[in-house]
Protein backbone atom coordinates (compact mmCIF):
# COMPACT_ATOMS: atom_id res chain seq x y z
CA UNK A 1 0.00 0.00 0.00
CA UNK A 2 2.70 2.31 0.87
CA UNK A 3 4.43 1.57 -2.45
CA UNK A 4 0.70 2.32 -4.32
CA UNK A 5 0.92 5.61 -2.30
CA UNK A 6 4.12 6.77 -3.09
CA UNK A 7 3.53 6.39 -7.02
CA UNK A 8 0.25 8.56 -6.87
CA UNK A 9 0.87 10.74 -3.71
CA UNK A 10 -2.64 11.11 -3.24
CA UNK A 11 -4.32 8.44 -1.25
CA UNK A 12 -8.50 10.01 -2.79
CA UNK A 13 -6.71 9.65 -5.92
CA UNK A 14 -5.42 6.31 -5.26
CA UNK A 15 -8.86 4.98 -4.12
CA UNK A 16 -10.10 5.91 -7.75
CA UNK A 17 -7.23 4.40 -9.49
CA UNK A 18 -7.73 0.90 -7.66
CA UNK A 19 -11.84 1.12 -7.73
CA UNK A 20 -11.36 1.88 -11.79
CA UNK A 21 -8.98 -0.77 -12.37
CA UNK A 22 -10.83 -3.30 -10.29
CA UNK A 23 -14.06 -2.93 -12.14
CA UNK A 24 -11.90 -3.46 -15.48
CA UNK A 25 -10.50 -6.66 -13.98
CA UNK A 26 -13.97 -7.76 -12.84
CA UNK A 27 -15.93 -6.57 -16.16
CA UNK A 28 -14.12 -9.27 -18.43
CA UNK A 29 -13.93 -8.44 -22.23
CA UNK A 30 -11.14 -7.64 -23.90
CA UNK A 31 -7.67 -6.66 -23.40
CA UNK A 32 -8.08 -4.18 -20.04
CA UNK A 33 -9.76 -7.40 -18.14
CA UNK A 34 -6.27 -9.30 -17.86
CA UNK A 35 -3.63 -8.53 -15.06
CA UNK A 36 -0.92 -6.50 -16.10
CA UNK A 37 1.40 -8.42 -13.28
CA UNK A 38 1.65 -12.26 -12.55
CA UNK A 39 -0.63 -12.78 -10.07
CA UNK A 40 -1.19 -15.92 -8.55
CA UNK A 41 -4.54 -18.06 -7.87
CA UNK A 42 -6.83 -16.64 -5.00
CA UNK A 43 -5.50 -13.20 -5.25
CA UNK A 44 -8.58 -10.88 -5.24
CA UNK A 45 -8.53 -7.92 -7.95
CA UNK A 46 -7.87 -5.32 -5.51
CA UNK A 47 -4.73 -6.71 -4.79
CA UNK A 48 -3.66 -7.41 -8.24
CA UNK A 49 -4.79 -3.58 -9.00
CA UNK A 50 -2.80 -2.49 -5.87
CA UNK A 51 0.01 -4.46 -7.45
CA UNK A 52 -0.03 -2.66 -10.79
CA UNK A 53 0.45 0.59 -9.31
CA UNK A 54 2.78 -0.32 -7.08
CA UNK A 55 5.15 -2.06 -10.02
CA UNK A 56 4.42 1.10 -11.91
CA UNK A 57 2.53 -0.59 -14.28
CA UNK A 58 -0.81 1.25 -14.67
CA UNK A 59 -0.95 5.40 -13.97
CA UNK A 60 -3.06 8.02 -14.22
CA UNK A 61 -3.63 11.53 -15.60
CA UNK A 62 -5.85 14.42 -14.53
CA UNK A 63 -7.83 15.98 -16.86
CA UNK A 64 -8.58 19.37 -16.32
CA UNK A 65 -10.28 22.16 -18.72
CA UNK A 66 -9.22 25.00 -17.53
CA UNK A 67 -5.38 25.70 -16.96
CA UNK A 68 -5.24 28.06 -14.42
CA UNK A 69 -7.63 25.38 -12.59
CA UNK A 70 -4.50 23.20 -12.15
CA UNK A 71 -2.49 26.00 -10.71
CA UNK A 72 -5.54 27.17 -8.41
CA UNK A 73 -5.09 23.41 -7.28
CA UNK A 74 -1.69 23.14 -6.89
CA UNK A 75 -1.62 26.27 -4.58
CA UNK A 76 -4.35 24.94 -2.38
CA UNK A 77 -2.14 21.56 -2.03
CA UNK A 78 0.32 23.96 -0.86
CA UNK A 79 -1.05 26.15 1.49
CA UNK A 80 -2.43 22.66 3.29
CA UNK A 81 0.92 20.72 3.11
CA UNK A 82 2.57 24.09 4.62
CA UNK A 83 -0.12 24.19 7.72
Same mark, same amino acid.
Given at each position: MKKALEKVGNP???VNVISRRVRQLNGGGGGFARPLIDAGPGVGAADIALLEVAEGKIGYDIIVDDPVEVLQIAARRKR? =? =?A
Open positions: HILR =A =A
